[in-house]
């Protein structure tokens, strides 16, 4: 799986629009982006995924570039809720459901 | 429908032992995939069960094991408990083998090993 590069840490503002940036350069064609975030002491939370076009559903949007080099996650109303390390993973289509974890970015949303 | 379910949340073993985590995954769903997390590395996937039949495995030693019940529930095993082996184990499970679906993690089984 190709591996990805996030910033460690962000903050947001309570109620804006929080982005969190992913590259992943060396993605291959069937590979799909997926974002996790996992609140203090949970299990991970799936968010969203996509392959090639851009994806939105009740918690996010997913903005993938059209080279697929990078994306970017879309809080669209951050909540002091959202605080957490967030995950940004390629997976590949076909194939085990084996998720490679990198570091994430820890995002924290201020009152 | 319920979720995940691990069971123990929480459990303190003594270096030597050996211990059993149990995961229950969605109805329905009948891939399972056991990751640790710790402090220094993270999440890191252990194996995949799908089927009954492991697909996937990371690098951990022989003591880490599993294995998949035919009503899809899994359980995994580590002997000789040593005191790195003290992690958060979570358990996820998916509908399918591919990777068009979305992993659904468990709370997480907190061992301590002493």
């Known amino acids: 799986d190709a591996k990805t590069t996030q910033p460690p840490s962000m903050d947001c503002a309570e109620g804006r629009a929080a982005n969190l940036p992913c590259n992943h350069s060396t993605i291959s064609g069937n590979e799909y982006v997926y974002w996790y975030r996992q609140i203090h002491s949970q299990g991970p939370q799936y968010i969203i995924h996509?392959?090639?076009n851009n994806e939105t559903n009740e918690m996010a949007s997913l903005i993938i570039t059209e080279d697929r080099k990078s994306s970017t996650l879309i809080l669209p109303h951050a909540t002091l809720r959202d605080t957490a390390v967030y995950y940004c993973?390629?997976?590949?289509?076909?194939?085990?459901?084996?998720?490679?974890f990198g570091q994430g970015t820890r995002l924290t949303i201020n009152p | 429908k319920a979720g995940v379910t691990q069971t123990p949340r929480y459990l303190i073993k003594t270096r030597g032992q050996q211990v059993t985590l149990s995961c229950s995954p969605i109805?329905?769903?009948?891939?399972v995939s056991w990751y640790q997390q710790t402090p220094g590395q993270g999440l890191q996937f252990l194996f995949e069960y799908f089927s009954e039949t492991q697909r996937n495995k990371g690098n951990f030693p022989g003591r880490f094991s599993g294995r998949q019940f035919s009503n899809s529930r899994s359980e995994m095993n580590v002997s000789t408990l040593e005191l790195g082996d003290s992690a958060l184990y979570l358990c996820?499970?998916?509908?399918?083998?591919?990777?068009?679906?979305?992993?659904?993690f468990g709370q997480g089984t907190r061992l301590t090993v002493v």
């Open positions: 109805s329905g769903h009948r891939s």
């Open positions: 996509g392959l090639k």
């Open positions: 996820a499970s998916s509908l399918g083998y591919t990777g068009n679906t979305e992993a659904f």
């Open positions: 993973i390629v997976h590949k289509i076909q194939g085990a459901q084996k998720l490679v």
